[in-house]
């Protein structure tokens, strides 16, 4: 094990930085793009029988397109705007301390029956704080099983398998749905220059997951991994930390309570304004699907995190006066310069791809492949899950990978009538299983030192066999809950199913 994590970190650490990578890749599609252009190389769609000829960028109108379009690339790029607005509000939310009270309260109260479930039901859910879930839950998680007798490893192994196994799955709306969406919407526009994937095109299929991998999660951290770790690890006289309580103070419990308040009124709000046949937000038909409604998630979003962290932030007096609000939002947006910094050159290479229609040839080429193969239904979605798992290993960032994908597999599988929403809902299974094994992982490390507060002397060897129990069910576990999804016929998220017909 330990020469195979060697070797994963020694290919890893060969990887250039992400932005790099794709400003080689937007090179290499110039290059492409010419040679296959000077061979006069076409194909034909088969959904509008157009002929599709590739485009060089090394010409005239691609000089032309590559040094006028720089700015609009990546002003018009999708995700941009969509995880901007989402981390106002959430970031607001957070920098007030809602958040961290939140997984505070799930988790060291929980029954200690449910304690492990709970945990795991807190790590899910609490990707919609971002690196915080890790920051926050390994150690409370660890504490919390110390101070009940329990196997403190077990419980950051918990909480760590939670929120890096977990973290495409949650029962809210997360700055990573609106990121993948809007990558997936601007891949599928290769194929159709209307396509809109929503953050919530996966909701049913992810909130359900939670249950189930908290489920699984438990019963392999009860069964399997804490007895494992009172043989190996037994609790004695070597662990030596200190336990420190947090009770909450009379603010923040009052903060608490006055968020739950806000949050019936806001949903009732809601309610109202959609639940007219005549709302606006409806449908020309009055329906839901599609409608302005679903549209309208990201800034509905905004808006309630924003309303909760302003109360809970007055409540507990981390908001004293108008000018915290945009104070406490800023401080959560400079956190994404180095996400922006990725997307300009994300936004370049699709750009780029986009414009050579090198996008719809591949698209056409490898959807011809797969039909002539027969290589397709659930054995296609099998290989591509197992695909994005492997490329997790040595791409932890789960946008730079998607954006590396989305481009080549989203088109190509339109073609032949999967729904985009459901390749996406494919690669969160991979994205997420693999991410608590990885070497890369900027959390690999932190949840090892975490866990040597409690053993010292414990190595990367201990934490690699500790986390591939979870790893390997929770991608066994999420892939086969997919399937039982499919069997029974029922949409991954609001009018979105496998295929797109």
Same mark, same amino acid.
């Given at each position: 094990?330990?020469?195979?994590?060697?070797?994963?970190?020694?290919?890893?650490?060969?990887?250039?930085?992400?932005?790099?990578?794709?400003?080689?890749?937007?090179?290499?599609?110039?290059?492409?793009?010419?040679?296959?252009?000077?061979?006069?190389?076409?194909?034909?769609?088969?959904?509008?029988?157009?002929?599709?000829?590739?485009?060089?960028?090394?010409?005239?109108?691609?000089?032309?397109?590559?040094?006028?379009?720089?700015?609009?690339?990546?002003?018009?790029?999708?995700?941009?705007?969509?995880?901007?607005?989402?981390?106002?509000?959430?970031?607001?939310?957070?920098?007030?301390?809602?958040?961290?009270?939140?997984?505070?309260?799930?988790?060291?109260?929980?029954?200690?029956?449910?304690?492990?479930?709970?945990?795991?039901?807190?790590?899910?859910?609490?990707?919609?704080?971002?690196?915080?879930? +890790? #920051?926050? $839950? =390994?150690? @409370?998680?660890?504490?919390?099983?110390? &101070?009940?007798? *329990?196997?403190?490893?077990? !419980?950051?192994?918990?909480?760590?398998?939670?929120?890096?196994?977990?973290?495409?799955?949650?029962?809210?709306?997360?700055?990573?749905?609106?990121?993948?969406?809007?990558?997936?919407?601007?891949?599928?526009?290769?194929?159709?220059?209307?396509?809109?994937?929503?953050?919530?095109?996966?909701?049913?299929?992810?909130?359900?997951?939670?249950?189930?991998?908290?489920?699984?999660?438990?019963?392999?951290?009860?069964?399997?991994?804490?007895?494992?770790?009172?043989?190996?690890?037994?609790?004695?006289?070597?662990?030596?930390?200190?336990?420190?309580?947090?009770?909450?103070?009379?603010?923040?419990?009052?903060?608490?309570?006055?968020?739950?308040?806000?949050?019936?009124? +806001? #949903?009732? $709000? =809601?309610? @109202?304004?959609?639940?007219?046949?005549? &709302?606006?937000? *409806?449908?020309?038909?009055? !329906?839901?699907?599609?409608?302005?409604?679903?549209?309208?998630?990201?800034?509905?979003?905004?808006?309630?995190?924003?309303?909760?962290?302003?109360?809970?932030?007055?409540?507990?007096?981390?908001?004293?006066?108008?000018?915290?609000?945009?104070?406490?939002?800023?401080?959560?947006?400079?956190?994404?310069?180095?996400?922006?910094?990725?997307?300009?050159?994300?936004?370049?290479?699709?750009?780029?791809?986009?414009?050579?229609?090198?996008?719809?040839?591949?698209?056409?080429?490898?959807?011809?492949?797969?039909?002539?193969?027969?290589?397709?239904?659930?054995?296609?979605?099998?290989?591509?899950?197992?695909?994005?798992?492997?490329?997790?290993?040595?791409?932890?960032?789960?946008?730079?990978?998607?954006? @590396?994908?989305?481009?080549?597999?989203?088109?190509?599988?339109?073609?032949?009538?999967?729904?985009?929403?459901?390749?996406?809902?494919?690669?969160?299974?991979?994205?997420?299983?693999?991410?608590?094994?990885?070497?890369?992982?900027?959390?690999?490390?932190?949840?090892?030192?975490?866990?040597?507060?409690?053993?010292?002397?414990?190595?990367?060897?201990?934490?690699?066999?500790?986390?591939?129990?979870?790893?390997?069910?929770?991608?066994?576990?999420?892939?086969?809950?997919?399937?039982?999804?499919?069997?029974?016929?029922?949409?991954?998220?609001?009018?979105?199913?496998?295929?797109?017909?």
């Amino acid at each position: 094990m330990q020469a195979v994590l060697s070797s994963i970190e020694r290919v890893g650490n060969k990887l250039p930085h992400p932005f790099i990578l794709f400003s080689i890749l937007a090179a290499v599609v110039i290059v492409l793009s010419a040679l296959l252009a000077f061979l006069g190389v076409s194909a034909v769609n088969p959904q509008t029988e157009a002929e599709v000829h590739v485009r060089s960028l090394i010409s005239p109108e691609g000089l032309e397109f590559m040094l006028t379009s720089v700015v609009r690339n990546f002003v018009n790029f999708p995700p941009l705007g969509l995880i901007l607005v989402v981390m106002f509000g959430i970031g607001l939310a957070d920098k007030v301390g809602l958040m961290s009270t939140l997984m505070q309260v799930s988790v060291a109260k929980a029954p200690s029956s449910l304690l492990t479930f709970c945990v795991f039901l807190a790590g899910i859910c609490g990707s919609i704080a971002s690196d915080a879930n +890790y #920051l926050i $839950l =390994i150690p @409370l998680a660890a504490m919390v099983y110390y &101070s009940v007798g *329990r196997h403190p490893i077990a !419980g950051a192994a918990a909480a760590y398998a939670a929120a890096g196994a977990g973290f495409d799955a949650s029962l809210f709306i997360t700055v990573g749905d609106a990121l993948f969406a809007g990558i997936t919407t601007d891949a599928a526009r290769l194929v159709d220059p209307d396509a809109y994937i929503s953050p919530v095109d996966n909701y049913y299929f992810v909130a359900c997951s939670v249950f189930v991998l908290a489920t699984a999660g438990t019963l392999v951290i009860d069964k399997v991994v804490e007895p494992r770790l009172q043989r190996t690890l037994p609790l004695d006289k070597d662990f030596t930390t200190t336990v420190d309580h947090h009770e909450l103070t009379t603010d923040e419990k009052r903060g608490l309570k006055r968020v739950g308040l806000a949050t019936l009124v +806001y #949903l009732a $709000l =809601i309610l @109202l304004t959609v639940l007219p046949e005549a &709302s606006p937000l *409806r449908n020309e038909d009055g !329906g839901l699907i599609p409608s302005p409604f679903l549209r309208s998630l990201v800034p509905l979003m905004f808006g309630y995190f924003v309303v909760i962290g302003l109360v809970y932030g007055i409540t507990t007096g981390k908001i004293k006066n108008s000018k915290d609000v945009p104070q406490h939002m800023s401080e959560a947006a400079s956190e994404l310069a180095p996400t922006l910094v990725l997307f300009f050159a994300i936004s370049q290479f699709i750009a780029y791809f986009k414009w050579s229609e090198l996008g719809q040839f591949i698209a056409i080429e490898g959807s011809n492949i797969l039909q002539s193969t027969g290589f397709t239904g659930l054995p296609l979605v099998f290989a591509f899950i197992l695909m994005s798992t492997v490329l997790n290993v040595f791409m932890t960032s789960g946008s730079a990978q998607w954006a @590396l994908m989305a481009p080549v597999f989203v088109p190509m599988l339109m073609m032949i009538d999967f729904d985009p929403a459901f390749v996406l809902a494919m690669f969160r299974i991979g994205d997420s299983s693999t991410n608590i094994i990885s070497p890369m992982s900027p959390y690999f490390s932190v949840a090892l030192v975490y866990m040597q507060r409690y053993k010292p002397d414990m190595g990367l060897g201990t934490l690699i066999a500790t986390m591939l129990p979870m790893a390997v069910t929770f991608l066994l576990a999420w892939s086969a809950f997919l399937m039982f999804w499919l069997s029974m016929g029922w949409p991954i998220g609001p009018g979105i199913y496998m295929m797109a017909s």
